[in-house]
């Protein structure tokens, strides 16, 4: 069994940068892709990016320049670098592993997530 743990958002004004990180536990993801979700009050999750474990980056267009995603494979971590933030971003952010599309269907691991706020 694989536990996410995210950690890392809160409330941030138009503009400002958050740092989310992911810490898996249970078993060494090195193997697995690992990336993240978001959903909007009202809204279906929508991917966001995943990194593969020899770095293959995989993003949408809609975050492409502002949010960045890396990961540490000795430290079974995640990280999501979010700048110049807008409040489109406000929503709950779910670290993943263990898939590589854009439906939330093929992940077989979520954390519990992670509230990022954006004050205009």
């Known amino acids: 069994q694989v536990q996410l743990v995210e950690s890392g958002g809160g409330l941030v004004q138009a503009g400002g940068s958050l740092r989310l990180s992911c810490a898996a536990s249970g078993r060494t993801l090195s193997s697995y892709a690992m990336g993240w979700f978001r959903q909007a009050p009202g809204k279906e999750r929508e991917f966001i990016n995943a990194?593969?474990?020899?770095?293959?980056?995989y993003y949408v267009e809609s975050v492409t320049g502002r949010f960045t995603i890396s990961r540490d494979n000795a430290k079974n971590t995640v990280i999501l670098q979010m700048h110049n933030l807008n409040p489109e971003d406000t929503a709950i952010y779910y670290c993943?592993?263990?898939?590589?599309?854009?439906?939330?269907?093929?992940?077989?691991?979520w954390g519990q997530g992670t509230q990022v706020t954006v004050s205009s």
């Open positions: 993943v592993a263990g898939g590589w599309s854009t439906s939330p269907k093929e992940y077989s691991y």
């Open positions: 990194i593969a474990g020899d770095g293959m980056k």
